[in-house]
């Protein structure tokens, strides 16, 4: 598998939010929150309890990284237990383990998990934020949602609460087939045709060419992608 990563603070925010892990076969990606320095404690934490869960398994699936993302959320909430200063914070979580033709994943927040395929990119995973609901409800569109005072109000995080849902599923994949990882900073600047002519370019590396145009853009927030070539 080929393996394209990146992340950047953006042109506005102070503080780099975001955290990224990528293997061979595991990838990850994380958008903390909380304000100050605790966001980006919480994806951090994330990524440290995540890569030492899994260091010692024979076998990993869906289940296996859905185990890895609630051990997490007890490490973030003892982390504010200890620390009070720290209520409030969490992350999301989106993640992925490649084991020879089949991706499984993980995910709980509004981080995404596409697949592109035939030079179409479909969403995997489902937002779990606000303006999501709205959209499934046929409320706004997914262009309103975009200018939603509440766009970045998110219903799922890792680190927030005792018990977390965590969506779960797995894809088989073909020959030439991507996965995409991101946070919400990077698709709040680039629309979906953007990206399909960004991730159908052989040329180039999708990654770097998505946080430049997201700059260009003036990004407000962490702007994170991993992309990874199945062949």
């Known amino acids: 598998m080929r393996i394209f990563k990146g992340t950047n603070i953006g042109s506005v925010r102070k503080n780099n939010e975001d955290a990224l892990f990528a293997t061979q076969n595991l990838f990850l990606v994380a ?5 100050c320095v605790a966001g980006e ?12 869960y899994l ?21 973030i909430l003892n982390k ?18 490649v084991d ?3 991706a499984y994943y993980a995910h709980i927040g509004d981080s995404r998990l596409y ?7 479909k969403q995997v995973t489902e937002d779990h934020s606000y303006v999501a609901a709205l ?28 018990n977390i849902e965590v969506d779960t599923g797995k894809i088989s994949l073909l020959v ?19 990206l399909e002519e960004i991730l159908s370019n052989d040329d180039i590396n999708p990654v770097d060419t998505m946080i430049k145009y997201a700059l260009d853009s003036v990004a407000k927030d962490n702007i994170t992608a991993i992309v990874t070539i199945y062949d």
């Open 80 to 97: 504010v237990k200890k620390n009070p200063e720290y209520h409030g914070m969490g992350t999301t979580a989106t993640m992925v383990y």
């Open 135 to 162: 959209i499934k409800k046929g409320e706004i569109t997914e262009e309103e949602a975009l200018l939603h005072p509440k766009k970045n109000f998110i219903l799922r995080a890792v680190g927030v609460e005792q």
């Open 115 to 121: 697949l592109f395929r035939d030079n179409a990119l």
């Open 31 to 35: 958008d903390g929150m909380g304000g």
């Open 41 to 52: 404690i919480a994806s951090s934490l994330l990524v440290e309890t995540v890569k030492n």
């Open 55 to 75: 260091n010692n398994k024979k076998h990993i699936d869906e289940l296996i990284l859905k185990d890895s993302i609630i051990s997490a959320n007890a490490a």
């Open 176 to 194: 030439g087939d991507k996965l995409f990882l991101t946070t919400d900073g990077l698709t709040n600047c680039i629309g979906k045709e953007k």
């Open 100 to 102: 020879g033709n089949i």
